[in-house]
């Protein structure tokens, strides 16, 4: 009696086993899994690139600039490298400070196989002027992304309606 007891458990045991390695070898190959992983790769890549992008202080311009440039790739990375030196300048006529915070954020179109993703996101902007105070503004955003060797990064930029 006691040896079909163990029998038994030992073969429950096997197929549950079985059954779990199965389990886990069908989601590690999932379609859905790895286009979840994109979409989080896209948005951890969004929470600090966005806020880059709308953030300068015109006593620290150039570097300011210069971390815009490295979270943008394509039209976008050119036009502001063309426009760096434009950019430096229009912040320290005006004495400008902004800064930015990611509030929300949602990857509405993925490509995953041409490296390309769009998303909506919605930023809490301040934005001081000439010495005064900051004025506070929400800023909602499309934004284009593309895969490229060292992660996503900014392609275009363009506001959302309200």
Known sequence: MLTRALTVVAALAVLAAAWFGWSWWSAARDDGLARG??????????????EVLNTI??????????????VTTGRLGKDLTGDRQIQIDRANTSKTIATAKLK????????????????????????STGGGSAAPKVSRLTVDYQRVEDGWKVSAVQAAGS
């Open 37 to 50: 992983r994109e979409r989080e790769a896209v948005l951890t890549a969004a929470s600090g690139q966005l």
């Open 57 to 70: 202080d015109y006593r620290s311009g150039a570097k300011d600039v210069d971390r815009w440039l490295g």
């Open 104 to 127: 929300q954020a949602a990857v509405t179109e993925l490509d995953a196989t041409a490296g390309t993703a769009r998303l909506m996101a919605v930023l809490d902007v301040k934005v």
